[in-house]
T-cell receptor, first 119, second 114 residues
Framework: AQTVTQSQPEMSVQEAETVTLSCTYD???????LFWYKQPPSRQMILVIR??????QNATENRFSVNFQKAAKSFSLKISDSQLGDAAMYFCAYRSGAYSGGGADGLTFGKGTHLIIQP | DTGVSQDPRHKITKRGQNVTFRCDPI?????LYWYRQTLGQGPEFLTY????????KSRLLSDRFSAERPKGSFSTLEIQRTEQGDSAMYLCASPGRRGTDTQYFGPGTRLTVL
């Protein structure tokens, strides 16, 4: 079974600064997807960014980018120019790819990192 | 707004009662997922459907939990004989425009069992 670990329960950053949230995962599969989701205090889960394991290029979405290290099974999220609206819980998630076979089609989540933005 | 809707948004019930939640996924997608999220934790996958077929049931937490998707559109999650430990947020998700690989979540139903 796959596991996802987020070792930082809480992170704090000054507005306009850059912060990196860490995520590691354990899998024996070669085909999979990784995601970062944001859950603001209103609690609706919002997709931030996704990465296909077969792509070497790190995904980027505006101020959000990832550092995907497949051999190290690491998937960190970098938020540049932090804004007050970035304050939320951030969850890293894993999903098996189509060719991995077996198992559930659901996402496996980490426990989350609470990101605080200091004005 | 992800296009996934859930009803009700909040439910308060007494221990031992049955509750049912509804999810309406993004239209034109045949997959639908249910998750449970307890306080301070990430969501936990429960079950999923492809059209009317429930393709994964083993993650349902007990035989008190059941889910249906009778016409391949909306889905319901029922919890029978609720217990205080069932208090949680129940989330529904479906794929979106990016294809089946990415799941988009609804606002959730917060269940409180007294």
């Amino acid at each position: 079974a796959q596991t996802v670990t987020q070792s930082q329960p809480e992170m704090s950053v000054q507005e306009a600064e850059t912060v990196t949230l860490s995520c590691t995962y354990d899998t024996s599969e070669s085909d999979y997807y990784l995601f970062w989701y944001k859950q603001p205090p209103s609690r609706q889960m919002i997709l931030v960014i996704r990465q296909e394991a077969y792509k070497q290029q790190n995904a980027t979405e505006n101020r959000f980018s990832v550092n995907f290290q497949k051999a190290a099974k690491s998937f960190s999220l970098k938020i540049s120019d932090s804004q007050l609206g970035d304050a939320a819980m951030y969850f890293c998630a894993y999903r098996s790819g189509a060719y991995s076979g077996g198992g559930a089609d659901g996402l496996t989540f980490g426990k989350g990192t609470h990101l605080i933005i200091q004005p | 707004d992800t296009g996934v809707s859930q009803d009700p948004r909040h439910k308060i019930t007494k221990r031992g009662q049955n509750v049912t939640f509804r999810c309406d996924p993004i239209s034109e997608h045949n997959r639908l997922y249910w998750y449970r999220q307890t306080l301070g934790q990430g969501p936990e996958f429960l079950t999923y459907f492809q059209n009317e077929a429930q393709l994964e049931k083993s993650r349902l937490l007990s035989d008190r939990f059941s889910a249906e998707r009778p016409k391949g559109s909306f889905s319901t999650l029922e919890i029978q004989r609720t217990e205080q430990g069932d208090s949680a947020m129940y989330l529904c998700a479906s794929p979106g425009r990016r294809g089946t690989d990415t799941q988009y979540f609804g606002p959730g139903t917060r269940l409180t069992v007294l």
